[in-house]
């Protein structure tokens, strides 16, 4: 039992500890803040010292291999950005700072263990970890928004976490076996590929994990949790749940439920379509700029979902790359609003007019986040769109792409239209906005992230394409 | 390896914007200057391209090549060949005139020129382009800074007509999209000189040609545009701020054009041919309609931004009626025309700024209070009708005559007979308009308004010389535009 292997998760729980030791005993709160972020970089050392051993533990159970500790890294990044810009919100959580960190960092243990595992019912409780984790945190404001955030993610995760749960039990059933290989195996030597049954497994597994990566119509919990939760918590949640849920549907999809690909593919490309299209043209009547960002990632979600519709080695590493560029993106988007709107106490978007004026870099640096999510080049945004429309048309998903570039022009209504806002219109105040150093920080380097991958996208591609090679050929 | 010409080209001005973005203080001079300094650096340049391009070599030339995105096969490939070199300096210079033409330009004035340059660095990058992802990305780089430049510094509907630029030229790029990643699949790379060669019109069904035709052929005939795809562009001509007019009209709409001319008559010829009546048909609507409703505007600059649509319809007809002369007519009437609306809107933007007035009926008479340009305006106005001498005459000459006498589309003499009576609407809308805007019995409630000031003096004379050069002799440009449109005709057997 090689106990190094879980070095970055069990140094990331013991983290989580200390901060929580940590916020009892000291009076000086940012110390807290400091020590979490700083304390990140042990877990991160470990895992890129993981990174080429392939091994197994736990009977199969656990695996450390490129696509694992990509994620894991890729976790550690997005949980440090957070807490970077999240250290002057955190004085809204008054006395309970200490567990705000914790509760993240926790979170971000769950979707590591959830990206490292071949085994359905360590999936399960990793899901479990990181949801509950997350249920807390959506409600930590304790105002009526929060609370009503909180309680809808619960129940409803509750309700998914339960699907999948029966999804995995049938899956279970038909196979013998709950580890992801063994049950490929099954599927395709014991002719149990045409079983109704089998199918209805698949639906339900679709059913579960299309909650967590906000596929409709799976959605519905998105808007008001991402309205409702603090800023940092839906900036997390946006990306690195999303992340975690696709990371888990590869893993899964690709490993356990190869053979049944034909099935499953024209599932997600149907969904893919429709989460899109709602997504986007919902997104055009929001006026609440968590809320219409709520919507822009259902939408992306869609993106993502062509390239798992194109069952190619190139799709899965679009997937890859997209989460990637995706996780930027967002996170500078989010970072920014939480600087905004932590300081105009507002939400709207209509608050945000002439923020040019007011906060010019960062509202610059919104800018070019939004143009990033709509796809318009140099940014990283871009390079992930043509990279995962190439996958889809190369493995003859001609009408899914028509539809996606069609939802692009789409989105670009909504974005641009918060652009024309930040740029155009009439500040609401003369007040200068300002912002914490550390805010500044975190917001600098997912800029510079979003336009470096948008000029250079090898610097990812790379890497992501290394770590989809992991997961097992299915249409040559 | 010898100098990157084309890549310093391309990038000094967004190299410019982003000094100008980051120039301290709010000193509204230093920004200009700094503006006009790289765009004219970025001109002289291009200049020297033009004058040591080799007018005897086929091919691209200043070839930049280096690997990119190698696992898509994307390559970072840059050059220029008679089709491109004349639309390359068209824009420096029409760049170079937007600065001056911008100079009183006092709202938010740092932000202005910093768009306006990265705007030039997309149009230059298009049109330097050799890889079909490179150039579909310096495509949509220009979207957002016309965005900006529209809203923030237009008048009338600018928000609306913003949007709606925006919004049309990204369906057209989502269709030239799918189309470029369609083609890269059946290809197997984005190299346009490589997929030029391939002749693929043989090798791929007819079915996946004629798709990737037409989706490709989307996105261009929205930007040129094409009837039924022009409606955006009255407005965001109308409603944009002079200077983007000038580059708008002047070099925006050529990166249409150019886009059939490279990819669609260069790599699918045969499927251009199948289709050239119908489009060839389009064509003659465009012109038609656009001079019918040109005829009807009452607002001076409305009227120079519908002419556009009747005169692109002459750039579409000389590339799809597919013969060597009529193409070198459709390439020289781009920059013909990009050299003469750019005049006509600059000048409109004159008369606006001295007399605060840009509908017809409330002008009049103004050939007494401002003869400088009344005279320049009048030369414009010739030579978009396209009076002998000028550049307009040379190129729509060359069109109509080579359609005419093209071979490889059934019944094109009687679409090039129509076309040719466009001439004669164009005759009227303009003659029409400098009757009733300059002639006539002077209005007293413009007494004393002021003539053109020696900056303005400059830059118009400069483009009327220019004008007047390429209509004289437009052999300076027509050697340089056959050598590169030859070899995409080759293929056609012509």
């Known amino acids: 039992m090689n106990l190094y292997l879980l070095a970055p998760e069990i140094s990331l729980c013991a983290l989580a500890v200390v901060v929580i030791l940590l916020d009892l005993f000291v009076g000086r709160k940012w110390i807290v803040g400091a020590v979490s972020i700083a304390g990140l970089v042990v877990p991160a050392v470990f895992s890129v010292l993981l990174w080429g051993s392939n091994q197994t533990a736990f009977g199969g159970a656990l695996v450390i291999d490129q696509f694992a500790v990509f994620f894991k890294l890729l976790f550690v990044a997005i949980a440090a950005l957070v807490l970077l ?7 809204r959580f008054d006395a309970f700072r200490g567990e705000y960190y914790a509760l993240l960092l926790l979170a971000t243990t769950g979707m590591m263990l959830l990206a490292s595992t071949r085994e359905l019912i360590s999936i399960y409780v990793a899901l479990e970890l990181t949801g509950i984790s997350l249920y807390v945190l959506a409600g930590f404001l304790k105002d009526s928004k929060s609370s009503e955030a909180g309680l809808k993610y619960l129940l409803l995760g509750a309700v998914a976490s339960a699907v999948l749960l029966y999804g995995i039990a049938l899956v279970f059933g038909l196979t013998g076996t709950t580890d992801l290989g063994e049950i490929a195996t099954a599927i395709s030597a014991g002719g149990i590929m045409r079983s109704p049954a089998l199918l209805m497994g698949i639906v339900l597994l679709v059913a579960g994990f299309g909650f967590k990566i906000a596929a409709v119509p799976f959605q519905m919990w998105v808007p008001d949790v991402y309205e409702g939760a603090p800023t940092p918590v839906t900036a997390y949640l946006s990306v690195a749940s999303k992340a975690a849920g696709f990371a888990v549907i590869l893993r899964v999809f690709y490993e356990a439920l190869g053979p049944a690909s034909v099935d499953w593919s024209t599932i997600f490309a149907v969904l893919a379509a429709i989460t899109m299209t709602v997504g986007n043209v919902v997104a055009i009547a929001q006026h609440n700029i968590k809320r219409m960002l709520g919507y822009s990632s259902i939408a992306q979600a869609g993106y993502l979902m062509v390239g798992l519709a194109a069952v190619t080695s190139t799709g899965s590493s679009a997937v890859v790359f997209f989460l990637g560029c995706y996780a930027l993106t967002n996170l500078g988007a989010f970072i920014a609003i939480i600087a905004i709107s932590d300081k105009i106490d507002s939400d709207e978007i209509a608050d945000y007019s002439g923020m040019i004026r007011r906060a010019p870099m960062l509202a610059l640096a919104l800018a070019l986040c939004l143009i990033s999510l709509t796809g318009i080049p140099p940014t990283a945004g871009f390079m992930a769109k043509i990279y995962i429309f190439s996958a889809g048309v190369n493995s003859g998903l001609l009408w899914l792409v028509i539809i996606a570039v069609i939802n692009s022009v789409i989105s670009a209504v909504y974005y641009l239209r918060v652009v024309k806002v930040i740029f155009l219109g009439k500040p609401v105040s003369e007040e200068r906005v300002s912002s914490p150093r550390s805010l500044q920080t975190a917001l600098s380097l997912a800029c510079l992230g979003v336009l470096l991958l948008g000029v250079y996208p090898w610097l990812l591609l790379r890497v992501a394409e290394t770590a989809a090679s992991v997961l097992p050929t299915l249409v040559p | 390896m010898s100098f990157p010409y084309l890549s310093t080209i391309i990038f000094l001005p967004v190299i410019g914007a982003i000094i100008i973005a980051l120039l301290p203080g709010a000193n509204p001079r230093r920004m200009k200057l700094t503006a006009a300094v790289f765009t004219a650096v970025s001109f002289v340049l291009s200049l020297v391209v033009f004058f040591t391009f080799d007018r005897g070599l086929a091919g691209p030339q200043f070839v930049e090549r280096a690997s990119w995105i190698p696992s ?37 004035v740092k932000e202005y020129f910093a768009w306006l340059l990265l705007l030039e660095t997309g149009i230059l990058g298009v049109f330097c382009s050799l890889d079909l992802i490179l150039f579909f990305i310096f495509w949509e780089v220009e979207l957002i800074p016309m965005y900006m430049l529209i809203s923030i510094w237009g008048s009338g509907r600018k928000e609306y007509s913003a949007l709606k630029f925006v919004l049309y030229t990204l369906v057209g790029s989502a269709m030239m999209l799918t189309g470029i990643l369609l083609l890269y699949f059946q290809a197997g790379t984005f190299d346009m000189v490589v997929l030029a060669g391939m002749g693929l019109d043989s090798v791929l069904t007819s079915l996946m040609a004629s798709a990737i035709f037409f989706l490709i052929f989307i996105g261009y005939a929205v930007k040129l545009p094409v009837f039924p795809f022009h409606t955006w562009l009255p407005d965001a001509h109308t409603d944009a701020p002079t200077a983007v007019s000038v580059i708008l009209a002047g070099v925006l709409l050529k990166m249409g054009g150019y886009g059939m001319i490279r990819v669609l008559l260069g790599i699918f010829p045969g499927t251009a041919r199948d289709y050239a009546p119908i489009i060839v048909a389009l064509a003659v609507i465009g012109v038609l309609y656009g001079a019918a409703a040109t005829l009807r505007q009452t607002d001076l600059k409305r009227l120079i931004a519908y002419s556009s649509v009747s005169h692109m319809g002459f750039v579409l007809l000389g590339i799809f009626a597919l013969s060597q002369v009529s193409v070198t007519g459709a390439v020289l009437q781009m920059v013909s025309h990009g050299l003469i609306t750019g005049l006509l809107f600059a000048m409109v933007g004159l008369v606006y ?29 010739f030579a978009a009708l396209g009076l002998p001498s000028t550049s307009g005459f040379a190129a729509e000459f060359l069109v109509f005559l080579g359609s005419f006498s093209s071979t490889m589309v059934a019944g094109i003499q009687v679409y090039t007979i129509l076309a040719i009576l466009g001439v004669v609407l164009g005759a009227g809308y303009i003659l029409w308009m400098l009757k009733r805007v300059f002639y006539g019995p002077p209005k007293e409630q413009y007494d004393g308004v002021p003539d053109a000031d020696r900056r303005e003096k400059i830059y118009t004379f400069a483009l009327v010389a220019l004008i007047m050069l390429i209509g004289i002799y437009p052999a300076v440009l027509t050697d340089i535009i056959k050598t590169g449109v030859a070899p995409l005709l080759a293929a056609l057997g012509l």
């Open chain 2, 72 to 108: 898509i096969n994307v390559q970072y490939l840059m050059g220029v060949d008679g089709l491109s070199l004349p639309l390359m300096v068209l824009t420096t210079l029409l760049g170079l005139v937007a600065v001056f033409v911008s100079w009183n330009i006092n709202l938010r």
């Open chain 1, 85 to 91: 810009s999240s250290t002057d919100y955190a004085r």
């Open chain 2, 353 to 381: 700024e001295k007399t605060h007035e840009r509908s017809i009926p409330k002008l009049g008479g103004l050939a007494r209070q401002m003869p400088v340009i009344v005279v320049v305006f009048s030369v414009a106005g």
